[in-house]
């Protein structure tokens, strides 16, 4: 079947530190994943994305890898700041436009 | 302009009431969507409309109804809801420049609804 999960609901991490958000999926057809940013009372934001084609794409602090061997993706965020507080979400993009979102991880930046 | 927009952003109604949530995307997107988001969950998919046709309805109840009077525009009509249906409703949109509807979504903020 069809799944987009995460290893761990909750990650906590001292300011400053590098973050690393996990995301397991199970279609080893699926090509395009995304990840989101979900602020409290906010609609998700878009962060990064990457398709099946690469298996490393950087952005500013942010850096997804996918690994398509062992189905795996993970958003590795650097200089964690307080501002990165929020539920991250990796999502598989399907044909169509339907959107299949993990259950989410709950980053908490401490001071 | 980067921005979709929803109203209301709050909306309280009884199991009787005939309500609408609105949004709109002035990026020219071709593709626009409706989502549910429970507390704790992620968002799960509910309709996409594509060049202004549904292409997609994830076996929504009846009491939900989409339209799409233009490319800007996304309704989702509300008629004779359940209390488990309070949620955030998420809008969103993508250029959809091929008719695949792989391409980024944008995310409106919501609606937070409550029925009771």
């Known amino acids: 079947g069809e799944s987009v999960g995460l290893h761990l609901p909750t990650l906590s991490v001292q300011e400053g530190d590098n973050s690393i958000i996990n995301c397991a999926y199970s279609?080893?057809?699926?090509?395009?994943f995304i990840w989101y940013k979900q602020e409290s009372g906010k609609g998700p934001q878009f962060i990064i994305d990457?398709?099946?084609?690469?298996d490393k794409r950087q952005g500013q602090r942010v850096t997804v890898l996918l690994n398509k061997t062992v189905k795996h993706l993970s958003l590795q965020i650097a200089a964690t700041q307080p501002g990165d507080s929020a539920v991250y979400f990796c999502?598989?993009?399907?044909?169509?436009?339907?959107?299949?979102f993990g259950q989410g991880t709950e980053l908490s930046v401490k001071p | 302009d980067t921005e979709v927009t929803q109203t209301p952003k709050h909306l309280v109604m009884g199991m009787t009431n005939k309500k609408s949530l609105k949004c709109e995307q002035h990026?020219?997107?071709?593709?626009m969507y409706w989502y549910k988001q429970k507390a704790k969950k992620p968002p799960e998919l509910m309709f996409v409309?594509?060049?202004?046709?549904?292409?997609i309805n994830e076996s929504v109840p009846s009491r939900f109804s989409p339209e799409c009077p233009n490319s800007s525009l996304l309704n989702l009509h509300l008629h004779a809801l359940q209390p488990e249906d309070s949620a955030l409703y998420l809008c969103?949109?993508?250029?959809?420049?091929?008719?695949?509807?792989?391409?980024?979504?944008?995310f409106g903020p919501g609606t937070r609804l409550t029925v009771t």
């Open positions: 969103a949109s993508s250029q959809d420049l091929n008719g695949q509807g792989v391409d980024e979504q944008y």
């Open positions: 279609n080893s057809a699926s090509d395009y």
């Open positions: 990457i398709r099946s084609n690469m």
């Open positions: 999502a598989e993009n399907q044909y169509g436009g339907k959107l299949i």
């Open positions: 990026m020219g997107h071709r593709a």
């Open positions: 409309y594509s060049y202004e046709k549904l292409s």
